[in-house]
């Protein structure tokens, strides 16, 4: 049999209307919008296009609902334009795709975001269909903000978590990411899906929901908190490692014990133009050079190079350069030290 490579990402596709706007108005006010782009969205497409666009030398997979829709059109003919596989893309006549009103502030890239949940809030275990795959890796993103996948069952589990250890027993290694949102399930669904995860991508807000601290301190994050929460994640489940990021760089703690910091990149202020998907440019960057076999420290560097990148555009991927132009715009200006 051969030896598995690539990457498979299922979950939320998500078409994302980006509105540049001029602030965001109190209620009964208006603002204006500068400009407006459609654009990928949601954490598998997000993380598929930028592979895409970092040049990865490794097959990229979707997997996910999408309407019978010119929404869900887009999205096929986008994958396809970018050499991604979308025999795993399935199309609903029930659900039109999912989208995301997007509206990003020129000053400073701070967002809001306005979802309908479409066909993924009706995307489940029996729409992941991973005979014809030869990944070596599955990511399945976001929990929190597919219905069917997280709804817990009598035994405590969720449709997620039965995904996942399938896909183990399959001789995949699973990475999964979390979404910002605040649901009161995020520990039950955490504690069913955790212990089938490898790697797990999660920020300093949603790590703090799960684990029940608050993880930054007079607005900067609280490292020593970050890590003990790591370690607490691993407690929970995670078998490899947990990787928490925030806008000021990373922490990495893996099962081993080994603890693992990187600094965000100093992107000037001129440079940045919006932040929708820097998180999933994050996650792109660290599962390139994962696949690769890279230590975790290389992982890291490529991440937030990768990260920062990302932010040189309001939507999610289209500033994205090949793995080499992110590293070289990255160490050019600079790495900071957490």
Same mark, same amino acid.
């Given at each position: 049999?051969?030896?598995?490579?690539?990457?498979?990402?299922?979950?939320?596709?998500?078409?994302?209307?980006?509105?540049?706007?001029?602030?965001?108005?109190?209620?009964?006010?208006?603002?204006?919008?500068?400009?407006?782009?459609?654009?990928?969205?949601?954490?598998?497409?997000?993380?598929?296009?930028?592979?895409?666009?970092?040049?990865?030398?490794f097959?990229?997979?979707?997997?996910?609902?999408?309407?019978?829709?010119?929404h869900?059109?887009?999205?096929?003919a986008?994958?396809?334009?970018?050499?991604?596989a979308?025999?795993?893309?399935?199309?609903?006549?029930?659900?039109a795709?999912?989208?995301?009103?997007?509206?990003?502030?020129?000053?400073g =890239?701070?967002?809001?975001?306005?979802?309908?949940r479409?066909?993924?809030?009706?995307?489940g275990q029996?729409?992941?269909?991973?005979?014809?795959? @030869?990944?070596?890796?599955?990511?399945? =993103?976001?929990?929190?903000?597919?219905?069917?996948m997280?709804?817990?069952? =009598?035994?405590?589990r969720?449709e997620?978590?039965?995904?996942?250890?399938r896909v183990?027993?399959?001789?995949?290694?699973?990475?999964?990411?979390?979404?910002?949102?605040?649901?009161? @399930?995020? @520990?039950s669904?955490?504690?069913?899906?955790?212990?089938?995860?490898?790697?797990?991508?999660?920020?300093?807000?949603?790590?703090?929901?799960?684990?029940?601290?608050d993880?930054r301190?007079d607005?900067?994050?609280?490292?020593?908190?970050?890590?003990?929460?790591?370690s607490?994640?691993?407690?929970?489940g995670?078998?490899?490692?947990?990787?928490?990021?925030?806008?000021?760089?990373?922490?990495?703690?893996?099962?081993?014990?080994?603890?693992?910091?990187?600094?965000?990149?100093k992107?000037?202020?001129?440079?940045?133009?919006g932040?929708?998907?820097?998180?999933?440019?994050?996650?792109a960057?660290?599962?390139?050079?994962?696949?690769?076999?890279?230590?975790?420290?290389?992982c890291?560097?490529?991440?937030?190079?990768?990260a920062?990148?990302?932010l040189?555009?309001?939507?999610?991927?289209?500033?994205?350069?090949?793995?080499?132009?992110c590293?070289?715009?990255? @160490?050019?200006?600079?790495?900071?030290?957490?």
């Amino acid at each position: 049999m051969p030896e598995r490579t690539g990457l498979v990402a299922a979950g939320n596709f998500i078409i994302d209307h980006v509105k540049m706007i001029d602030a965001y108005p109190e209620p009964e006010m208006l603002t204006n919008i500068r400009s407006q782009s459609s654009s990928n969205g949601g954490g598998p497409y997000n993380v598929l296009k930028d592979l895409a666009k970092m040049e990865a030398p490794f097959p990229l997979e979707a997997v996910g609902l999408i309407g019978q829709d010119a929404h869900g059109d887009w999205v096929v003919a986008d994958c396809e334009e970018h050499g991604i596989a979308t025999w795993g893309l399935k199309r609903s006549a029930a659900a039109a795709t999912s989208y995301t009103d997007a509206m990003t502030v020129v000053q400073g =890239g701070q967002r809001t975001f306005f979802h309908h949940r479409g066909a993924n809030a009706v995307f489940g275990q029996s729409d992941v269909d991973l005979e014809s795959s @030869r990944a070596k890796w599955f990511y399945l =993103g976001y929990l929190l903000l597919l219905d069917q996948m997280d709804a817990l069952d =009598g035994e405590g589990r969720t449709e997620a978590s039965r995904v996942l250890e399938r896909v183990q027993a399959a001789g995949m290694q699973t990475v999964v990411d979390f979404v910002s949102v605040p649901d009161e @399930r995020i @520990r039950s669904i955490s504690a069913a899906s955790l212990p089938h995860v490898n790697l797990l991508f999660i920020n300093e807000i949603e790590a703090g929901m799960v684990t029940g601290g608050d993880l930054r301190r007079d607005g900067k994050p609280n490292i020593k908190a970050i890590e003990e929460a790591a370690s607490a994640l691993i407690e929970i489940g995670v078998k490899d490692a947990v990787v928490i990021h925030f806008q000021e760089g990373a922490v990495v703690k893996t099962r081993a014990g080994e603890v693992y910091r990187q600094g965000a990149v100093k992107v000037p202020g001129s440079a940045i133009v919006g932040s929708t998907g820097a998180g999933d440019a994050f996650a792109a960057g660290f599962l390139y050079g994962i696949h690769e076999g890279w230590e975790i420290p290389a992982c890291l560097e490529h991440a937030v190079c990768a990260a920062a990148i990302s932010l040189g555009d309001g939507t999610p991927s289209e500033a994205m350069r090949t793995s080499s132009e992110c590293l070289a715009q990255g @160490r050019e200006w600079g790495l900071s030290v957490l």
